[in-house]
Structure formats: structure tokens, C-alpha cells
């Protein structure tokens, strides 16, 4: 496995932001059904006072945001991964793992006791990134995407 390169918090103020932003809406529409994607209301979602945002970007120029995740504190003690996705060619290179283990450290700062997510069940190699990083199923959310869709939520205690 590759290292994966630096991980990044956008910071709305940075010249660099609107890039990145759409950088991610690109990502967002290849990588995600319609229905689930963030693409429309990403900026909406990073208003939010209690959501955060983490990308790495690829190469020494780091150009190209390759991967990110989302992630929104609840409550004060609970969390939610409301996003991680790397690029097709960029995977399997340890930046999901690296954007993961990002994600819960900084929910830890926080002093969040419980992380929890949503994933489908036939994205394999999402599931076993999850289990890996210590995350349990808790249930099978039935049609949770759409109707015969459905999701594990799965949870970490810090």
C-alpha cells in the first residue's frame, strides 16, 4: 500500500477553497448515484457549524483533490461519516484509509464517543475499510437508499 499524501481541512476562507469544492462536486457526481450525492447542497452542508470537511489531493502540487470525507458531530458525544470517497484510479493506495483514520482523530479532539456511518452492504472493499478501522454493524437499515437497498449503519466507540 501507498502512502497517502497530506490530509487537508477546507478552510471556506482560502483562495484555494472554490477549487477544491469543485473538485469534490466532480468526485461527488462520478462516484455517487444521484439521488446520493452531495453535489447540489455541499455548500449547504459546509455552513454548517458542526460538519467538517478533510481531502488529500494528488501529487507534490497537490492540484487534484483525489479524496475526502465529511463528517457532522450530532451531539456533543455523537457523530456521523456522512461522506468518503476516493477517485476510481487513486484507490486501493491507502487514502481512504489515511481520510478514515483522519475523520475519527479529530472527532476524538472533539471528545465524540460514538462514530457511526452508513454503507451498502455490496461496496466490499468500503466495509472491510470500515472493519479494518475498528467500526462494527449495528443493523441493517432496510431500503435505506431506495426501496431494496438497503445499508448497515455501523458504529465506533472512541
Do not use: W
Not at 481541512?9 to 452531495?38: M, N, Q, T, W, Y
Not at 476524538?108 to 479494518?132: E, G, N, W
Amino acid at each position: 500500500m501507498a502512502v497517502a499524501a497530506a490530509i487537508l481541512e477546507l478552510d471556506p476562507s482560502h483562495d484555494r477553497a472554490g477549487r477544491v469544492i469543485e473538485d469534490i462536486v466532480r468526485l461527488e457526481r462520478r462516484i455517487f448515484p444521484k439521488h446520493e450525492s452531495l453535489a447540489r447542497s455541499l455548500h449547504d452542508e459546509l455552513k454548517r457549524r458542526n460538519s467538517g470537511l478533510i481531502y488529500t489531493t494528488s501529487g507534490a502540487d497537490g492540484e487534484e483533490v483525489i479524496g475526502y470525507a465529511m463528517y457532522t458531530c450530532n451531539t456533543s458525544l455523537c457523530a456521523t461519516i456522512t461522506k468518503l470517497a476516493v477517485k476510481e484510479n487513486c484507490r486501493r493506495q491507502g487514502h481512504g484509509e489515511a481520510l478514515l483514520a483522519a475523520a475519527v482523530e479529530r472527532c476524538r479532539r472533539r471528545k465524540i464517543q460514538r462514530l457511526s456511518l452508513h454503507v451498502d452492504p455490496t461496496r466490499t472493499a468500503a466495509v472491510a475499510l470500515y472493519r479494518k478501522a475498528g467500526f462494527q454493524v449495528d443493523t441493517t437499515v432496510e431500503g435505506y437508499y431506495e426501496p431494496h437497498r438497503d445499508a448497515y449503519r455501523m458504529y465506533l466507540d472512541l
